[in-house]
């Protein structure tokens, strides 16, 4: 998989993730015009997003209601929290599935075992 950045003026940078582009900026404190989500953010987000997909595979695979399900995600300095919130008619003893399937994240799992970085650079040939 290829992911290209770009940098379209101010303090953005764009991601190109397959056909879609992928907006970041800083918030105003950090220079930038608080146009998108910062990288961290959007990063962050991933992993709600992630453990949110997981969830809905959950309940869809069981005819689950997915309606009033929600995620709060809350980041402190040493840990992130991610909090599934079922509406009272959620059936109980689905509960801890509901957990471990969030537990599956590509995202969460790819923080837990991190791949190895290799950052380079070189000048590109004009055509």
Do not use: W
Request: glycine share 8%; proline share 8%; with cysteine.
């Amino acid at each position: 998989m290829e992911i290209l950045i770009d940098f379209p003026g101010g303090s953005r940078v764009n991601a190109q993730v397959r056909d879609h582009i992928v907006q970041t900026d800083q918030p105003k404190s950090g220079g930038g015009d608080d146009s998108a989500p910062s990288p961290f953010e959007l990063f962050l987000a991933s992993l709600g997003t992630c453990a949110g997909i997981y969830v809905l595979g959950f309940c869809r695979q069981r005819n689950l209601p997915t309606e009033g399900i929600r995620i709060a995600q809350r980041v402190h300095a040493d840990k992130i929290e991610l909090e599934i919130q079922v509406p009272p008619v959620f059936p109980k003893q689905y509960l801890g599935a509901l957990i471990r399937s969030a537990e599956l994240c590509k995202v969460k799992k790819t923080l837990e075992n991190p791949p190895q970085f290799e950052v380079t650079a070189r000048e590109l040939v004009s055509a």
